[in-house]
């Protein structure tokens, strides 16, 4: 039996923990920058704000509903995770972090428990020890846990926040009422050809024949039909698809015109993105840089590029990154435009272990022992070492208009009592 | 030129007695070996001591003098545990209309008091009309002399 628990709204949730007037109250958290609405409380659902919205087009909306508006605050949504994940890892040691917000935990061996009430016991600790709710899907297999957690949150008043599939009419019943695309691992692309044919629910994706899938499709999306049927296909600790690439796209501040400065910011993405890259122990391949000018603004000229380079060779470097990743710029750079956002994405991911080495370049490990110190150096001091194209005075300072105090990791910005009553 | 063989004697090793040589494995250091060695013990952290469960624990400052008969002054830190169960007499950090404030829990048959613990400021009773969340119990005051 998989567990799939998620925390409820979990941002907005954060925040009220601390603020507990805005329980009930509308509330939005903006992108890194205050670019765009990446989390909603229920009651911000409701009023029709759209995820990944544009925060500017919304703000007549956001003072219309008094909605409250926050920066994201991650410090603070880490934290609480942190506390959340480690209440549930001790209810099994079976235990798949999964997201931020979200975890599996698998009960093997638990026949003399009543899995059930074990659930609204965690519902209930994590609640009260944490200020965070959260729901729970029970299922046979992870694919069906997901839907569980789903119907669990969905009707809430009717569930207590626990939901189990447990037999056939249940699981028939969910899959009929979880639209392709809300189904777990089928993206938009593979949505858009299930419903030219004629699959709108994962009932229907059952029902397709396993030779359609790997024909057009592939074995990953095969496994999750056997999921869905019921046979634990996908394991624990096992991603359904691979992070297949690690972007960072950002809009400025200000409005950029010049080469120089747009390299300047392509050369702090590129080496952000590096950095997460090692951190999960992969090389890429291939790069992609875009850059665009702001599409809101009607009376400029309105410009958008991007160009993709393959790499000679897989690497983890900044240092090679960041060549390619400028001359890529340099092939897209036109003059005369008022750049607003650019961003880079690496691609074609691979383990560092299984990386492949070439005849008559003996360079591709070089850099190696290097990175694991600039790591190492940048951990400790905080991005004191950046590479010469980067501006070592400039600060990633984002536009946070709407943040929170870091409560629970800054000393000056706990909660305040006021004792006056 | 005559080549005059070297004259080489050979020694034979005195194969007969045995001898016992220890082995004596690690390093040896020439200094006095530490008598505290044996002894070795965790330095004393206030943190464990103050924090029973990291995982419900949070912190507030405290602003006015309503509960300095409680050894709770104005700038004071306090350890909050939300995982301590609410009852009669405790400290709580409770949220009331829109506030925070720390008091003390005086649970009666059908109603609770937020006592203040200094003469100028007079209980709090919370009735149906009021919104109380009791956010936490406070388990330790940490205040600079």
């Known amino acids: 039996m998989f567990a799939l628990v998620d925390c409820n709204n979990f941002y907005a949730s954060c925040e009220r923990v601390f603020q507990p007037q805005l329980e009930k109250h509308p509330i939005v958290i903006l992108s890194n920058n205050d670019g765009c609405i990446i989390a909603r409380s229920n009651e911000a659902k409701r009023l029709g704000i759209p995820m990944g919205a544009p925060a500017f087009k919304y703000k007549r909306t956001f003072k219309k509903y008094n909605i409250k ?13 942190n506390r959340v994940m480690k209440i549930l890892s001790t209810y099994s040691p079976n235990f798949e972090i999964y997201s931020i917000d979200e975890a599996f935990i698998k009960f093997n061996g638990f026949k003399y428990f009543n899995i059930r009430e074990e659930c609204l016991d965690m519902i209930k600790k994590i609640r009260k020890w944490t200020g965070i709710p959260v729901s729970i899907g029970l299922a046979p297999t992870k694919g069906l846990a997901k839907i569980a957690n789903k ?38 692309k593979y949505t858009e050809r299930l419903k030219k044919n004629g699959v709108f629910t994962a009932y ?81 391949s291939s790069l992609l840089v875009f850059i665009s000018s702001d599409p809101h603004k009607e009376k400029r000229i309105y410009y ?39 961003g880079i994405t690496l691609m074609d991911l691979r ?57 629970t990791t800054e000393l000056n910005e706990i909660i305040t009592i006021r004792n006056k009553t | 030129m005559k080549i005059s063989a070297p004259r080489l004697s050979f020694f034979k090793p005195n194969i007969e007695k045995k001898r016992k040589i220890k082995l004596v494995l690690g390093d ?64 709580a950090v409770c949220f009331i209309d829109g506030e925070f404030t720390v008091k003390r829990l005086k649970v009666e048959k059908d109603c609770i008091y937020l006592v203040a613990e200094n003469p100028k400021y007079k209980p709090i009773k919370v009735t149906s009309d009021n919104q109380l969340i009791i956010w936490g119990i406070v388990t330790y005051v940490v205040k600079k002399i």
């Open chain 1, 69 to 81: 508006v926050f920066s994201s605050n991650y410090p603070l949504y880490g934290d609480m995770s």
């Open chain 1, 151 to 188: 119907i669990a949150k969905k009707y809430s008043f009717q569930t207590n926040g626990v939901y189990s599939i447990d037999n056939e009419e249940k699981r028939i019943k969910a899959l009929k009422w979880t639209a392709i695309e809300n189904v777990w691992g089928i993206g938009r």
């Open chain 1, 204 to 284: 229907d994706f059952i029902k397709v024949s396993d030779f359609w899938i790997k024909k057009n499709m592939s074995v990953v999306e095969l496994r999750l039909k056997k999921d869905l049927e019921g046979f634990s296909y996908i394991k624990l600790n096992e991603a359904i698809t691979s992070k297949k690439y690690i972007t960072t796209t950002r809009s400025f501040k200000k409005i950029i015109f010049s080469l120089n400065d747009l390299e300047e910011r392509v050369s702090s993405y590129t080496s952000h993105c590096a950095e997460k890259l090692r951190e999960q122990k992969s090389c890429c």
């Open chain 1, 304 to 342: 958008r590029n991007s160009f993709v380079i393959t790499l000679p060779y897989a690497t983890d470097s900044n240092i090679i990154l960041n060549k390619f990743a400028l001359k890529a710029l340099n092939g897209i750079y036109r003059k005369n435009i008022c750049y607003k956002k650019a």
């Open chain 1, 351 to 407: 383990a560092s272990k299984e990386r492949q080495l070439t005849l008559f370049n003996n360079d591709i490990t070089r850099h190696d022992n290097l990175m694991i110190v600039i790591d190492k150096i940048n951990m400790r001091f905080g991005n004191a070492i950046k590479l010469a194209t980067q501006d070592p005075n400039r600060l990633w300072k984002m536009r946070q208009e709407n943040l929170s105090k870091r409560y």
């Open chain 2, 28 to 91: 040896v250091s020439a200094g006095f070996p530490s008598p505290a060695n044996d002894f070795k013990e965790q330095r004393i952290s206030i943190d464990k001591e103050v924090v029973k469960n990291k995982e419900a624990t949070f912190y507030a400052r405290v602003e006015g003098q309503s509960m300095e008969g409680a050894g709770i002054d104005n700038g004071d830190l306090l350890v909050i545990d939300r995982s301590v169960s609410p009852e009669d007499k405790k400290i």
